[in-house]
């Protein structure tokens, strides 16, 4: 079945935020749950991975709103990865009422910071965003009657 997911990459604490995005959004992991990178089987000529690795998040994948799926990894440098935050990815949400947008606006944005209030706009939406205590920039947009 076709389908859209957003994925995020974190230098060593995905398990972490995606705890933390569960614990807002309810649900459970799905794809399997959690792969770590210990968990992928050795292959000849395939480098093995650091000892302090091997229990970082390979893939997780969590449902979030209207069939939509985050995914994540850990990236570690050990790895070859150069994680860098900009600010060219949000995640935009709609809700369906302004009260659950009002809810998850404040959940996300805990320990984060608000770039812009939720406040009704001229296009008839009530709109808002934020960048979340793991710099992940998030938009809402209810079109709540």
């Not at 939720?118 to 008839?124: A, E, H, N, T």
Request: glycine fraction near 12%; charged fraction near 20%.
């Amino acid at each position: 079945m076709a389908r859209v997911s957003t994925y995020l990459n974190f230098l060593r604490n995905t398990e972490e935020v995606f705890n933390f995005y569960k614990s807002v959004f309810g649900g459970e992991f799905s794809g399997g749950g959690v792969a770590r990178f210990k968990d992928i089987p050795e292959m000849e000529g395939q480098p093995t991975f650091a000892e302090e690795d091997k229990n970082l998040i390979m893939h997780i994948e969590l449902p979030i709103l209207g069939g939509h799926i985050l995914m994540g990894t850990d990236a570690p440098e050990s790895m070859g990865f150069n994680v860098i935050f900009g600010n060219n990815v949000h995640i935009n949400i709609e809700p369906d009422t302004k009260a659950e947008t009002l809810k998850l606006f404040n959940d996300l944005s805990a320990g984060g910071k608000i770039t812009m209030e939720l406040q009704d706009m001229f296009w008839g939406a009530y709109f808002g965003s934020c960048t979340d205590k793991y710099g992940v920039q998030w938009m809402f947009n209810c079109t709540e009657k």
